[in-house]
Structures are given as structure tokens and as C-alpha cells.
């Protein structure tokens, strides 16, 4: 024993004790030595024994939580009916340790049954349940969100302004380096891969009409909308997850405020006005970064760049992309808030709901870009 004891080596000796067994485990039982416990307690389980069993971890140097559960699931593998083998010799180091596994119901370790048709139907009627619970909240904070519009503008005095211009600030102003940056390095990857793919017939100066509707149109807002998704639709879930998890949202209510009114409002408003403002310096940045990389890569100069530019588009182009910015800005707002509301006290909830967040802003904005592309050319637009 003394010889297990000084290199760490766990062991799982099985001695007869009066009408039963003693199951003495000694030396580390941690994750460190995780392929050795992993056979040993499979030994142990394998073999079985007749009576009551004493599991005896007096002799346990160090346990960690893996050593913890790996001693749990033997007692419940090796329980009979309602006889249960006993932990004896367990120190006040450990006690809670072994107390907590415990607590862990036996179907969070269960391994996964094998895939069957039941099943693979099971788990597309969970994600369609899943799917219709989307919607359903997003039409319920969509609701909410218009009647507290309509009673601030019934009580006008009511509404906040220091927190809109401050979150204004944050996804407006703050933001706008970040998307300056990355739409101007678009539009000069479309620029250069343009005039590559145009030169090819002499046609380099068609790389503008390209450049310019495809920026005004479509992918200026796009990726502006992607951008802000990714950066202020986190953040809005993380905050109101974050006052979730404190219980600042029921102490809101217990005061009497609607949290609606209080703390969604004012980042909602935030958000369409500064997703305009955001898509058309976007569409700025890019047109300029096309134009530096057409006139350094394809010759073509600033002026005929201009001249070009002033042909290929007209103020619908201009106008399709302002239209889409609101609508997309409050989808991304909306969807925000619900995953944001529905963050439950931990921080592995606050996480998974703000990735969630995230690409469900992502997946609407893109669906609404599509939308909107089918509407505009049914009207001519």
C-alpha cells in the first residue's frame, strides 16, 4: 500500500469482509491517471460481488472530480435492488466533492443510443418545435417592442434619450473604424477581381457598373448588417443576459417599470438610426477602396472612375440600400433581445445564447436581403 501511495499509482483491491466485499481503493484518483482508473473500475464492475459492499477510499491520496464520478458510477453499476454499496472512509477533504457527483442524475453520463428512425424523427420534430418557438418569440418581442413605441409616443416624456444616445454611441460611432476598414478592403478585392476577369476582353472599365451596384444594392448593407450582428446583436444579448442573471429585469417590474420600455426601446431606436448611417459609409469606403485599386491596378483614373460611376448607377440603387438598413437593423435588434430574454442563470446559458444570438441574426439578415431582392425586381426597382 505504502508503495502506491509514494508513486500515485491507483489500485482497486476487492477483500472478503464478513458476508461481503470491501472494495479499498487507494493512491491518486484523477484525471492524470484516467486510462488506468478507467480499466480498473471496469474490472470491478465486470466482477460484481455477492452481499454488501463497502467501497473504502481511506487510502486515497488525491481526488479530483473525474476520480469523484468514476467512484459514483461504480456504486450506482454495482447497486442490487434497493442495496446500495456504502462509501466508508471518505474525509472531510472530499466529502462535498463526492456529495456534488452525487447529486448528478445518472442520465447526464449516459452514453448516446445508437441512431434509429425513431430517433433521427424525434429530433426533426425538437427542431421544428424548436424553429416554431423562434418565431413565436420573435412576434412577441416584436409586439412588445411596437406598444411600447406606442406609449412612449403617447407619453412622449417617457421616453429615454440619455440611454439611446448613449447606446447610439456604442453601435453607431464606436463602430465605425471597424467597418470602414473591412468594407473598403471589399471593395478592393472586387475591384482587383473585376478588372482580372475583365481585361480578359478588354472590358476593364466595366469593373465600375460591377463595383457600384453591387455595393449600393446588396453587399454594402450586407456585410455592414453581418458586422453589426456580430458586434452589437452579441452585446445586446450579453447585457440583458447579464441583468437576467442578476435579477436586475425583475427588479425592474417589482418597481413597476417596463423592462421593454426601460431597456429594449432605447437599443432598438439606437440601432435603425445608426444602421443606415453605418451601410452608407460602408458603401462610401468601399466604392473608395475600389476606385484607389482600379486606378493602381487597372489604370483606370479617378475621373473616368467618377464619370464611369455616375453612368452605371442611379439614386434607386442608392435608395435599395437605405430602404433594406431599418428593417434589417430592427430583425437583428429583435433577435437580440429574445435570446438576451431568454438567458437562464448561468454563465454556459449566457454563451450558448449569444452564439444563438448571433447566427440567428446572421441566417434573418441574409433570408431578408433575399426578400427584399425579389420585391425590388417585382417593382422594377
Known amino acids: 500500500m505504502r508503495e502506491h501511495l509514494v508513486n500515485g499509482n491507483p489500485t482497486l483491491e476487492q477483500m472478503p469482509l464478513g458476508t461481503g466485499v470491501s472494495l479499498r481503493a487507494a493512491g491518486e484518483w484523477t484525471v492524470h491517471h484516467a486510462p488506468d482508473l478507467e480499466k480498473i473500475v471496469m474490472r470491478a464492475e465486470r466482477q460484481g460481488a455477492e452481499g454488501g459492499i463497502i467501497i473504502d477510499v481511506s487510502q486515497v491520496a488525491r481526488l479530483d472530480t473525474f476520480g469523484a464520478w468514476l467512484i459514483e458510477r461504480m456504486r ?17 477533504d472530499y466529502a462535498s466533492l463526492v456529495e456534488e457527483v452525487q447529486r448528478v442524475k445518472e442520465g447526464d453520463f449516459r452514453k448516446k443510443e445508437p441512431l434509429s428512425i425513431v430517433r433521427a424523427v424525434e429530433a426533426v420534430g425538437r427542431s421544428v418545435v424548436e424553429i416554431g418557438g423562434t418565431l413565436l418569440g420573435l412576434l412577441n418581442m416584436a409586439g412588445s417592442i411596437l406598444y411600447a413605441m406606442g406609449h412612449v409616443l403617447i407619453h412622449p416624456r417617457s421616453f429615454r434619450l440619455t440611454s439611446t444616445v448613449n447606446h447610439l454611441e456604442q453601435v453607431c460611432w464606436r463602430a465605425v473604424p471597424i467597418v470602414l476598414l473591412i468594407t473598403f478592403l471589399i471593395g ?24 457600384g451596384v453591387l455595393v449600393l444594392r446588396e453587399l454594402g448593407v450586407l456585410l455592414v448588417a453581418i458586422m453589426v450582428a456580430g458586434r452589437s446583436g452579441s452585446a445586446y444579448t450579453a447585457e440583458l443576459g447579464s441583468m437576467r442573471m442578476r435579477e ?24 435603425i438610426i445608426a444602421m443606415p448611417v453605418l451601410a452608407f459609409l460602408g458603401a462610401m469606403s468601399a466604392l473608395y477602396g475600389g ?67 448571433v447566427v440567428k441574426s446572421i441566417f434573418f439578415v441574409i433570408v431578408m436581403d433575399g426578400l427584399f431582392a425579389i420585391f425590388f425586381a417585382t417593382i422594377d426597382m
Open 76 to 92: 450506482r453499476n454495482l447497486t442490487r435492488g434497493d442495496v446500495s454499496p456504502r462509501i466508508a472512509g471518505l474525509s472531510a
Open 291 to 357: 476606385c484607389l485599386v482600379a486606378w493602381g491596378y487597372g489604370g483606370v483614373q479617378p475621373d473616368a472612375f467618377l464619370a464611369r460611376l455616375k453612368e452605371a448607377i442611379s439614386l434607386s440603387h442608392f435608395a435599395v440600400g437605405l430602404i433594406k438598413a431599418p428593417f434589417m437593423a430592427m430583425m437583428i435588434g429583435v433577435v437580440a433581445c429574445v435570446e438576451g430574454a431568454a438567458v437562464k442563470g448561468s454563465a454556459e446559458s449566457l454563451g450558448r445564447h449569444t452564439t444563438a444570438s
Open 248 to 271: 436586475e429585469v425583475d427588479a425592474l417590474r417589482t418597481m413597476g417599470f417596463d423592462p421593454t420600455e426601460v431597456l429594449i426601446l432605447p437599443r432598438i431606436v439606437a440601432l
Open 188 to 211: 478592393c478585392i472586387i475591384a482587383q477581381q473585376g478588372i482580372f476577369h475583365f481585361r480578359k476582353f478588354g472590358a476593364d472599365v466595366f469593373v465600375v457598373d460591377m463595383l
